[in-house]
Every structure is written in C-alpha cells, then in structure tokens.
C-alpha cells in the first residue's frame, strides 16, 4: 500500500516524545497548502508511545510528513501554535481538560483549513462528538491499524481534487466501497492474527473508516426530492415505527446480519420514532440503531446532515453536548412516506 500511496519525497522520524517539538512547513506557517514538491505535514498526538510511533510509521508510509508528535498533554498548546497540514488525536478517554483543548483545536483546524482525524472509544464519543462541530472532523471508534492506513488512503485522494467533480451517484458508490475496502483490510488483519479492540467488533460487524466528502451535490440533490412535499401529514405513530424496527432487527436472528445493513433507512427510522415522541438522540444511541459499527455509522451520520436531512443540536444546558435530529424537511418526507405506505401494509 505504501507503493501506491506514497507520491512525495519524505524523510524519517523517531518519536522523541517531546511535545515542543519544533513545527516547521517551509511554504506556509498555519493553513493547509498542497505543494506538488512538498508532502502534506501531519501532527500526532496519543498518550500511548508505541501508538504514535505506529500512527507516525503508517503516515509516512502513506507519503505524509510527520512533523510532530506529542501526548495530549499537548493538546492545549498545539492549539495557540503551527498546527500543519492533518492533525492525527487518540483520546480513548476525555476529562474536561482535554475536551476543552479538543474543542480549542477544532476551532484552529477549522479556521486553518487543516484536516483532523480524531480516533476514540464508544463511551467518549459523545463527548467527542460534542467538541467537534467546526472542522468537519472524521471521528473513528477503536480502530485498528487497518482502519486508520484506510483513512489516509482516503485523506490522499480527497487531495486529488478527483472526489468533487463527481457526480451523486459516484459519490455513494465511493463511500460503499470504502466500506467494503476497509471490512477487506480488517479480515486480512484478523487473518494476520492482529488483536482488534472489541469496540470495533461491535454487532458482530467489521468497523469501517469515517469518510467526509464535499457534499454540495449531495445537499443539492436531497434539498430538490424533500422539496417535492406537497400537503403536510402528522408523523406516524411512534409504536408504528419502533415495530418496523424490531420487524427489522428480527431478520438478523435467521439471516447474516450483513445481508440486511442500511445504516441510513435504520437511523431515519429511529429518529423519526424520536421526534414523535418529543425525544432526544445522542449520537451513540443513533450509532447503534443504525445497526452497523459506530465509525460506520458516523460517516453516514456525517453524509446525511450534508444532505441536509439531519441536523445537530447543541444540549442547551451543556454545551459540550450534542444531539442528531430530523430536519423540518426530512421529516415531513418521512410523514409522507408513511402516509403513502398505510398503516396496513408490513413496512419493513
């Protein structure tokens, strides 16, 4: 892999564990800037050393250059400094000091146009969730080496440019196949006898990669079909729709559950049991209604509130909370469908 990704010179690195490490990027001190001469400078930051040392190996096998790496004791100063290119953070758990430095540095990447790839695990991924909401960051839960070398697969080709002159349909063929490379990279490593983290077995499922695309054909071509509502109906019944799920979830007791997965009709399903019943979704409950792993399910998440068909809503009584609703148009698309489809008729 490294042969096909690796399309600039770079020099190594040893991890020295020094989080003042000196940053430097001889074409621009903060925002990102693709130079055909230069390769793009990532930042690390992990509590566990042999985890940077890892995460540093497969960045520069990727043909990244790994400019930094630190513990996330540095987190609160990499935000006041040169943050570069993409910036690499392991928090499998978050206190109150490191969120308020992840949302500090959230900030920062979002003004400075970098690319931020957070990893943590599923009991802190509210907390995550709710620290990032400026820099689009691709959030992964307990990944695997596989998960993370996918990601910067994936973070070279959207520098391509390629990604956006594609059309819709492309665009959902990509994020399929993402998925699928990501189950095939998973197997070789479990194959390879590699320990995966049980997070990332979560439902039985092989975890896939968090995928962010520019998302205005998408948000254009959703808008136009949800545009189309003509008279409005109330939502159904809530018991209506919490029984297509569980018809739903029943055929994964005589079928591989695999057979069956679509995170977004599932997550759709949920949250329009949720908004009928005057209820708040956090972003973990939704993950797992999605019934596909959490980082599967969070590149959806992230597709469909592009879209335009889910939106984030700040926790007004925490601000570091967040929770993922129906838009006012998607819901009443959900009105009519099952106002369409009767109450008569099996929904599944």
């Known amino acids: 892999m490294a042969q096909a990704l690796a399309q600039f010179e770079y020099t190594s690195f040893e991890d020295d564990g020094d989080p003042d490490r000196p940053f430097a990027n001889p074409y621009h001190d903060d925002v990102a800037v693709l130079r055909p001469t230069c390769p793009l400078a990532v930042s690390i930051f992990a509590d566990r050393a042999y985890l940077r040392s890892e995460m540093a190996d497969d960045a520069a096998a990727a043909g990244l250059r790994v400019a930094r790496t630190a513990d996330l004791g540095a987190l609160a100063a990499a935000a006041d400094h040169v943050i570069g290119d993409v910036v690499l953070v392991d928090c499998p758990v978050v206190e109150g000091a490191e969120m308020a430095a992840l949302a500090r540095l959230d900030q920062r990447v979002a003004q400075s146009g970098a690319t931020m790839i957070v990893s943590t695990s599923i009991g802190s991924l509210d907390d995550v969730f709710g620290c990032l909401d400026q820099s689009s960051a691709q959030i992964l839960v307990s990944p695997s080496r596989a998960d993370r070398i996918v990601v910067l697969g994936q973070l070279l080709a959207l520098q391509s440019g390629r990604v956006r002159e594609m059309s819709d349909g492309d665009r959902i063929s990509l994020l399929r196949l993402t998925q699928q490379v990501s189950q095939i990279a998973q197997k070789l490593e479990a194959l390879s006898g590699t320990p995966v983290e049980a997070d990332a077995l979560l439902s039985d499922r092989v975890a896939a990669s968090a995928f962010s695309f520019d998302a205005d054909g998408v948000r254009d071509c959703a808008t136009q079909r949800l545009a189309r509502s003509g008279r409005r109906h109330p939502l159904p019944d809530p018991r209506l729709v919490r029984r297509v799920i569980r018809q739903r979830q029943l055929r994964a007791r005589f ?46 998440i992230s597709q469909m509130t592009d879209a335009g068909i889910f939106c984030r809503a700040e926790d007004s009584s925490d601000r570091r909370r967040a929770f993922i609703c129906l838009s006012d148009r998607a819901a009443e698309a959900m009105a009519q469908y099952f106002a369409e489809v009767g109450t008569d008729t099996p929904i599944l």
């Open 255 to 300: 079928f591989e559950g695999d057979l069956f997965a679509d995170p977004a009709w599932d997550m759709l399903l949920d949250l329009t049991a949720a908004r009928a019943e005057h209820k708040r979704v956090s972003v973990t409950s939704l993950c797992i209604a999605s019934g596909v792993p959490p980082t599967t399910a969070l590149r959806w």
